[in-house]
Every structure is written in structure tokens, then in C-alpha cells.
């Protein structure tokens, strides 16, 4: 093996725990901080002291993936029990499937087609002088038509971005998809799932290495790169150069938090499509884990707003054009770092799932690793 190196990352959530724990299963030694008093980042859970639900503190976290590899690491630090995302909407008084299905298009027109008529009928209403969809808008003109649109997206989306859907790429809503039949799982994912113990629990477990050491209520400063070989560094990327070329703007989430009796809802997630409603969705955990009983409930409203760095979390990177010419002084920026890897989300400002971040983290560090060895290889001929 090369020569032990120390590494400092920064942020203990899913990128630098999967960084780290690789780079500290090929002998190196590793610090990791974050300025939270817990790990995990945003994927934390907890369990509710007055309920007993396990809930996830920073919204709802689903895990879905097509990779076999991402979803074999992850089963390695808790058992996945099987959950399928299935999400209601409610839009002017009614409540719908979600996403856009057979049963959301019949209810919505009030009729009983089958998927052949249902193809029909959206093809006859949709906007096909869109070609090449490019705003948000363009792509639901296209794919759903204006009434679909208005009843489940417009609303929604204006107040999940704080702008108008024709200011969005077409990229946001091409993460949901559309059915000519009954399937109401949200995902379209082979393997989906929840940690059984939680997420902090498989986070706690990929940190436990002997030779990774964490430091909580720790915020980062340069002069702590000192004594160690390189950081990998997963906070905003703006903030790590004191927004010197200006701030990436993000929507962060504001929760408020109610305790009852019971059920509340009937399901984990309900999401209220009209702008009139000033949250985006009510979130009840103890549907998140089904294979859990619990007498009472903990439920969620969520509202999103713009961020404020310093106040509060960053949770969604706007990428409108604005952003990313900004983004991409940072990046020549970053070009002249030594010894630096900007990581995961909020290194990347990238909107990305679960198993995204871990399949680029262990892509990252592997390559890492990989060049270390090539280097030392070379130097010891
Ligand atoms: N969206 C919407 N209405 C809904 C659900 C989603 O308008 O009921 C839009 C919204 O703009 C959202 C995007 O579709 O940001 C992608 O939805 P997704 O459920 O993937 O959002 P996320 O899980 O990232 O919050």
C-alpha cells in the first residue's frame, strides 16, 4: 500500500461518509467535520421522544436506485425494508393519485378510459407545437397539457422555486413521470426502500472505522488544512471562497411541527397543489415506516423559501442561468485549489438523490485512490 496520508473532509452526510470510509479502507487516516451536533446532513433521523415515530428531521427521504452496486453498499450498514413512494395530491378540493397516472386522468376529467384512450385524449390536449421542451412549462404543455398543468404543477412549483415555471428547465419535471396506467410509485426505480434503523444509523455505520474521527460543532476554517495531505470538502462552494465572486442562490424548507392522536393523514405525504395553500406538503412519518405501530403521530407542514446563507439550510440549487455563470467562476476558481476536492451537493451545487451522491462519491474517491497509487507506483520506480 502508498504511504498513510491524513485527510480533513468537510460535512459528515452521505458524500464525506462514503469518502471517508474508503479512503480509511485503504489504510489512510481520516477527519471528518460538520458544523451540525449530529452527523448525517440532511438525511437525518431521529426518533420522537413523544411519539416513538423515527423522523426525518430535514423532510422526507426516500431511497430508490437502479444501481446494484449503490444499493448492495447501502444494505451493508442496515437492513432496507421494502417501502414504495406513493404520494396523494390535493388540487381545488379533491384528492388525487400521484404522480400523473391512469387513475389522476380519469378522476381529473371525470371519465373511465383505458390506457389506450387516456394516450388519446392527453395527445389531443397536449401542446404538440412544443418540440424540444426547455422550460418547466413547455415540458408539462407538451406532455400533460394546460388543465393538468394548472391543477397539479403550476401552484406547486411556484411555491416549492419562488418562480414561474416558465423560468425552470424542463429537467425538474422530467424527474416525474407519466402513466397510461394504474401504477401509482412515484419512482420508477428497481430497488427502493428504508433503512429500517433510520439513516443515521447507515451513516453512523459507514463513519465506524477505526480510522476515521469526527468532530461535530465544528465549522470550517482554512487554516485547518494544516497537518493534512488533501480536503475533500462538501459544503456550498461559494462559501468555501467567501462568496468572493458572488452567492449561489438555493430554496431552503422551513418545517412546522404538530403531535396528535392516531392517524392523521393516512399516508406519509400529501401534497397541496394550489397556490392558495401556503405550504407545499404535510409529511406524517410514522407512514414511513409501516412495519412500526405507534399510538400517536407526528406530521409536518412544509413551506419552502429563499435561503439565506449564514440563517439558514441550503437545501435546493436554483441553477437558472444567473446561477451558473456564476457556479462556473467558482469552478476556474476551484481549478486553482491545491489539495482540495469539492464534493457532493452542495460542492457541486447540484440537485441530487440519495443514491446519486454516494455513486459519485465512491466514483470520486475510487479515481482518488486509483491516481495516489499511479503517483507512488511512479515515484518508487
Ligand atoms: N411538482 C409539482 N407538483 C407536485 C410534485 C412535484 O409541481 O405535486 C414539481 C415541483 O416543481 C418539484 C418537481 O416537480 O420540484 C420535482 O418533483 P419531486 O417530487 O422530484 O421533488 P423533490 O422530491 O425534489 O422535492
Not at 95 to 112: A, D, E, H
Not at 216 to 230: A, K, P, V
Amino acid at each position: 500500500m502508498a504511504e498513510p496520508k491524513r485527510f480533513l473532509i468537510v460535512g459528515a452526510g452521505f458524500t464525506g461518509a462514503v469518502i471517508g470510509r474508503e479512503l480509511a479502507e485503504a489504510g489512510h487516516i481520516v477527519e471528518i467535520i460538520d458544523q451540525r451536533n449530529h452527523i448525517a446532513g440532511n438525511c437525518y433521523s431521529q426518533r420522537d421522544e413523544q411519539t416513538g415515530v423515527l423522523v426525518h428531521k430535514y423532510g422526507p427521504h426516500i431511497f430508490h436506485t437502479d444501481n446494484q452496486e449503490v444499493w448492495d453498499y447501502v444494505n451493508r450498514f442496515d437492513n432496507f425494508k421494502p417501502y414504495i413512494n406513493r404520494v396523494k395530491a390535493v388540487s381545488q378540493g379533491k384528492v388525487f393519485s400521484l404522480p400523473i397516472n391512469l387513475m389522476t386522468i380519469n378522476q381529473f376529467y371525470n371519465k373511465t378510459m383505458n390506457p389506450d384512450e387516456a394516450r388519446q385524449f392527453i395527445e389531443e390536449i397536449a401542446d404538440l407545437t412544443i418540440q424540444d421542451p426547455q422550460s418547466f412549462e413547455e415540458q408539462a404543455m407538451r406532455f400533460i397539457g394546460k388543465d393538468l398543468y394548472k391543477a397539479f404543477f403550476y401552484g406547486y412549483t411556484k411555491k416549492q422555486w419562488g418562480l414561474e415555471p416558465k423560468e425552470l428547465p424542463a429537467s425538474i419535471l422530467k424527474r416525474l413521470p407519466v402513466r397510461f396506467n394504474y401504477d401509482d410509485n412515484y419512482f420508477n426505480h428497481k430497488n427502493q426502500g428504508m433503512p429500517e434503523h433510520g439513516y443515521t444509523h447507515v451513516i453512523e455505520g459507514i463513519l465506524k472505522h477505526p480510522n476515521i474521527t469526527i468532530k461535530l460543532n465544528t465549522d470550517y476554517e482554512h487554516q485547518m488544512r494544516s497537518g493534512y495531505d488533501h480536503l475533500f470538502y462538501s459544503g456550498p462552494i461559494d462559501q468555501y471562497f467567501d462568496y468572493e465572486l458572488g452567492e449561489l442562490d438555493y430554496r431552503t424548507l422551513r418545517f412546522e411541527e404538530f403531535r396528535a392522536e392516531g392517524d392523521f393523514q393516512g399516508t406519509a405525504v400529501i401534497n397541496y397543489c394550489d397556490i392558495e395553500v401556503p405550504y407545499t406538503r404535510i409529511s406524517e412519518h410514522k407512514h414511513f415506516a409501516p412495519w412500526e405501530s405507534h399510538e400517536r403521530t407526528i406530521y409536518f407542514k412544509e413551506y419552502s423559501a429563499k435561503h439565506e446563507p449564514g440563517k439558514t439550510i441550503p437545501y435546493y440549487p436554483i441553477r437558472q442561468a444567473k446561477e451558473k455563470a456564476v457556479l462556473v467562476k467558482y469552478w476556474e476558481r476551484a481549478r486553482l485549489e491545491q489539495n482540495v476536492s469539492f464534493v457532493g451537493r452542495l460542492g457541486g451545487y447540484r440537485y441530487m438523490d440519495m443514491d446519486v451522491t454516494i455513486a459519485e462519491a465512491l466514483k470520486t474517491v475510487r479515481e482518488f485512490i486509483a491516481n495516489e497509487k499511479n503517483c507512488s507506483d511512479n515515484h518508487h520506480v
